[in-house]
């Protein structure tokens, strides 16, 4: 059983995802021991706490001190024994401090099929740029902004008539499936990096 803390800034929508499908017994070996926040009107705080997780909140409104921020994060976590962390529209950059506190222990979903499109408003940046085929990517976490190795990703079409709210929505249904799937594959222990790649092994070897 390995224990998740998952980092939410707003909707947490991903979030709940996680937690449906662990309700559910379809995302197995793991749970979601905390749910951290930086802003403390996050909607995904609330839904952990109707659903009895423990949460943290550490606002980082007004805080430029990035590294001893992270410092904070950590001492906060450390009675949890966390695993795994999973960034669910997280809306600030991790330094590196956390990242090797966590080394290749923290994961993240990002609205695009990276390397295209990192950052903010991925959605939009790929209907600005024509693409016809969009989707999400989940990814390990590095120094980087939307850097890390890729665990798996998901495609969706982009129509003529789409706009950033269709082509989101769209997005947002594969994400939810896309990081529960990745969630799953670190829980049994299946992903292995080997430099800039994922290799997911075979589960019946
Ligand atoms: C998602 O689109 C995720 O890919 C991005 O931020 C958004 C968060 O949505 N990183 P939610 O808070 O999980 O609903």
């Not at 080997?194 to 290799?199: A, C, D, F, P, T």
Request: charged fraction near 20%; hydrophobic fraction near 40%; proline fraction near 3%.
């Amino acid at each position: 059983m390995i224990n998740i803390a998952v980092f939410v800034s707003g909707r947490g929508s991903n979030f709940l995802a996680l937690l449906k499908n662990i309700e559910k017994g379809v995302l197995k070996n793991c749970q979601i021991s905390v749910v951290f926040s930086n802003n403390p009107n996050a909607k995904g705080l609330e839904y952990a706490e109707n659903a009895g997780i423990k949460t943290i909140v550490i606002p980082s409104k007004n805080r430029q001190d990035r590294e001893n921020y992270d410092k904070e994060i950590i001492n906060a976590l450390a009675p949890y024994n966390i695993d795994l962390i999973c960034l669910a529209g997280y809306m600030r950059i991790v330094t590196s401090e956390l990242v090797q506190a966590y080394k290749n222990k923290i994961i993240n979903i990002h609205p695009a099929l990276l390397p295209s499109f990192p950052g903010l408003h991925a959605q939009k940046q790929a209907l600005d740029y024509g693409v016809k085929v969009a989707g999400c990517t989940v990814h390990f976490v590095d120094e980087g902004m939307d850097t890390g190795a890729v665990i798996l990703q998901k495609t969706v079409p982009v129509y003529d008539n789409d706009t950033e709210e269709s082509l989101s929505a769209r997005i947002l249904e594969q994400e939810h499936i896309a990081y529960s799937e990745a969630v799953a594959l670190y829980a049994e222990g299946l992903l292995k990096i080997e430099g800039r790649k994922v290799i997911t092994m075979d589960k019946s070897k």
